[in-house]
């Protein structure tokens, strides 16, 4: 069964910090790249980070130095801890084995939204 579930989002004053909690079936999870992605109202949906199964990571470069990602392969979570953050970073954030190009996942969760106040 796939499966993700994403949580730990909510309201956030700018300079704040959240820590996003990302649980997958195994399917998804298990030795794949995975990434945290997110889609702000009207924009298209945006990969933030990326971890490898053997903890390499990537960041885009609105967020490289304040978000770090980080994997539990034992409990197949992923994890995004968000400091400093911005009013741009709000969004809704999803998790989910990394793709490029983004369409050719056929799944996602429900998400979790981030809503940062300025």
């Known amino acids: 069964q796939v499966q993700l579930v994403e949580s730990g989002g909510g309201l956030v004053q700018a300079g704040g910090s959240l820590r996003l909690s990302c649980a997958a079936s195994g399917r998804i999870f298990v030795g794949n790249t995975m990434g945290w992605y997110r889609q702000a109202p009207g924009k298209q949906r945006e990969l933030v980070a990326t971890?490898?199964?053997?903890?390499?990571?990537n960041y885009a470069d609105s967020v490289k130095g304040r978000f770090t990602i980080s994997r539990d392969n034992a409990k197949n979570t992923v994890y995004l801890q968000m400091n400093s953050v911005r009013p741009e970073d709000t969004a809704v954030y999803y998790c989910n084995r990394y793709s490029s190009p983004i369409t050719w996942i056929d799944y996602w969760g429900q998400g979790t939204q981030v809503t940062v106040s300025s």
């Open positions: 971890i490898t199964n053997s903890g390499n990571t």
